[in-house]
């Protein structure tokens, strides 16, 4: 992967961007660094909601996100994925995250997650369309952008050099996902605001967005200008930009996944204070 672009090419990297970020006060971090094999189970207080995460995980992100969305009081149990702590399988018997834990009830994968969640707690608002056929829509969508842009998304990313296949698959998928929301005629997916579908796909568009930025590639304002004006749109949103991770980390962490030396913590420099 090249250098990262000048600051003044890189559109996600305002101050505005990086740093206003939302003092909510929704989610208290239980482990700051990742917990590994070996590392005990921090204890759970009865009524409190848990989320074991991991911070560069696009799947546990979706969960983040859905909780700070809704409004929802949390608390987050960072897990190592290489060396998993035993307790983690006990939650989730394919050792992986996300995973919510409330009152003795363990919900896992983070489609469903989110579904349990918009289900279970009122929180600000709905996340899921109540429209029962317009949330079968919206389920079918995310269908493709999994199968179109998540799972090309992967490969390229562990292959060992440019995979133009999966490139020109994931692009179509854009394309999809772009024709859609011009079809639907909303700033969002979601309508006015975003909702369970932005949230779910959007852990993936921002890594490919900050891939763009670092590459200097401009796949976005070519081949899905709509998209592209979409996603500077979601980055106005406060949850994504609670759980946003600068390209320059996303980076060093991808690196890591490529190599298969992977750096959980220390990453990222302290958040500067408001």
């Known amino acids: ?20 970020l939302l003092s909510t006060n929704i989610s208290t971090v239980m482990s700051e660094e990742h917990l590994a094999s070996g590392d005990p189970l921090p204890p759970l207080k009865d009524g409190t909601i848990r989320l074991y995460s991991m911070r560069y995980c696009p799947y546990a992100q979706r969960s983040r996100l859905a909780l700070l969305a809704k409004g929802i009081q949390y608390e987050t149990v960072n897990c190592n994925l290489k060396y998993k702590p035993k307790w983690l399988f006990e939650k989730n018997p394919k050792g992986l995250v996300p995973v919510l834990e409330h ?55 562990a292959a060992a050099k440019k995979d133009k296949a999966n490139e020109t698959k994931m692009i179509k998928g854009l394309i999809f996902i772009d024709t859609e929301l011009k079809k639907r005629g909303t700033q969002f997916y979601g309508g ?52 946003y991770t600068l390209p320059e980390v996303q980076l060093k962490w991808t690196t890591g996944y490529v190599s298969g030396n992977l750096q959980y913590d220390g990453l990222e420099e302290a958040k500067p204070k408001l």
């Open 103 to 157: 009152n003795g009830k363990v919900v896992f994968e983070s489609l469903i997650v989110n579904d349990y969640l918009d289900q279970a707690y009122l929180g600000k608002r709905r996340l899921n369309n109540q429209d029962i056929y317009l949330k079968a829509v919206d389920d079918m969508v995310m269908n493709v952008f999994n199968g179109r842009v998540v799972h090309p998304f992967f490969r390229m990313f």
């Open 192 to 243: 006015s605001q975003p909702g369970m579908l932005d949230y779910n796909m959007w852990p993936f568009l921002e890594r490919l967005k900050n891939k763009e930025i670092i590459t200097g590639e401009t796949i976005f304002s070519d081949k899905v200008p709509l998209l592209d004006k979409y996603i500077n749109d979601m980055m106005e949103d406060g949850p994504v930009k609670e759980t």
């Open 1 to 20: 992967m090249s250098a990262i672009r000048p600051v003044t090419r890189i559109l996600f990297c305002t101050r505005r961007h990086l740093h206003n």
